[in-house]
């Protein structure tokens, strides 16, 4: 139950982001052929590859495309990383559950698969254990779509995180997709130095370190356990208070320009510095501030919980927007 519900997750989140994707898409643009020159899509591993077959649906049922040229467009919008090696690890769905669930995404697998295969036996006659290892359809008691295989065959690009990752992922993992397509395998190396980082997206704070250690740190990052003794210095700590609140500044200057909201850089702010996964707990903690939001815009001083802090805060009084906004 919990794989299938996993199953249907997953096509839940590629539908409503394509979806999305293609609305704003849409919304300037009338040539579907820029597509590929305005959107980028990067499977991060193999959950969301429906967005293969989903992508062909929606060029091909409701902008009705050829079938070449709506598979042109999803392969050069496409791209996959793959960040496991081991076999076992990579997501094959039961041919049953796409018939359940998604059976037009299924007859489109079908087709995927179909000319694919042909084209593989056309460039290795005779060798039908080659077809059969890089077929999207993995034939056993039960039928599987292989969605690491799907993610190849459907994208332009394939990467590993690291260069021993990706030389293992061509001759290992998936040694035959990358013998038939060569082109498309490469390696992106994963993450960035934290020097890099500091020094760049926190120049206030990098600034207060060069001032207090010097800037050797920028090339040694060693170098800043030279901090440690200046934990209690009051002048130390005044300057990291002070970039603080310069960033905050920042940020609150940057919000009101963007959206309109202008808020108090006194605030507490809880920062995620990074992409929000649509299949982790990241969406889940949204959706709750979401509910929590909901559940006070309809009842705010009778939820418990909006009553102490409205109280606490001083704002029992106030319109509920502005009372809100003071308590966060």
């Known amino acids: 139950m919990g794989q299938a519900l996993r199953f249907v997750q997953e096509y839940f989140l590629v539908a409503c982001s394509l979806a999305d994707v293609v609305r704003r898409f849409r ?14 899509i990067q499977l991060n591993d193999t959950h969301p590859t429906m967005a293969v077959p989903e992508l062909m649906r929606i060029l091909l049922d409701d902008a009705r495309m050829s ?7 999803t392969q050069r919008t496409l791209a996959y990383t793959n960040h496991t090696l081991l076999p076992e690890a990579l997501e094959s769905w039961p041919v049953d559950w796409f018939s359940t669930v998604a059976r037009r995404l299924l007859e489109i697998i079908y087709e995927i698969n179909r000319r694919f295969l042909d084209d593989v036996r056309k460039k290795y006659p005779g060798d039908e254990n080659l077809v059969s290892r890089v077929s999207l359809i993995e034939e056993g008691a039960v039928r599987k779509v292989r969605m690491a295989n799907l993610a190849i065959v459907g994208s332009h690009s394939t990467n590993g995180v690291a260069a021993i990752h990706s030389q293992l992922l061509r001759t290992t993992t998936v040694k035959d997709l990358a013998a038939i397509f060569p082109e498309r395998f490469n390696n992106k190396t994963n993450g960035v130095t934290p020097r890099r980082w500091l020094r760049l997206c926190n120049p206030p704070l990098a600034c207060a370190i060069t001032d207090a250690i010097g800037d050797p740190w920028i090339t040694d990052l060693s170098q800043l356990s030279r901090l440690k003794p200046l934990a209690e210095d009051a002048s130390f700590r005044a300057a990291v208070l002070k970039a603080q609140q310069e960033c905050k500044t920042q940020f609150a200057a940057w919000l009101q320009a963007t959206s309109g909201l202008t808020v108090d850089p006194q605030t507490m702010f809880d920062s995620q510095v990074k992409r929000i996964h649509e299949y982790k707990r990241q969406l889940l903690n949204a959706l709750r501030i979401i509910v929590l939001y909901n559940r006070l815009r309809e009842n705010p001083l009778g939820h418990a919980f909006a009553h102490v802090l409205l109280r606490r805060q001083g704002c029992a009084r106030l319109p509920f927007c502005e009372a809100y906004y003071q308590i966060h």
């Not at 919304?27 to 980028?40: I, M, T």
């Not at 079938?67 to 467009?73: G, S």
Request: charged share 30%; hydrophobic share 45%.
């Open 67 to 73: 079938w070449d040229q709506a598979w042109d467009i």
């Open 27 to 40: 919304h300037d643009n009338q040539d579907w052929n820029a597509f590929p020159e305005k959107v980028a």
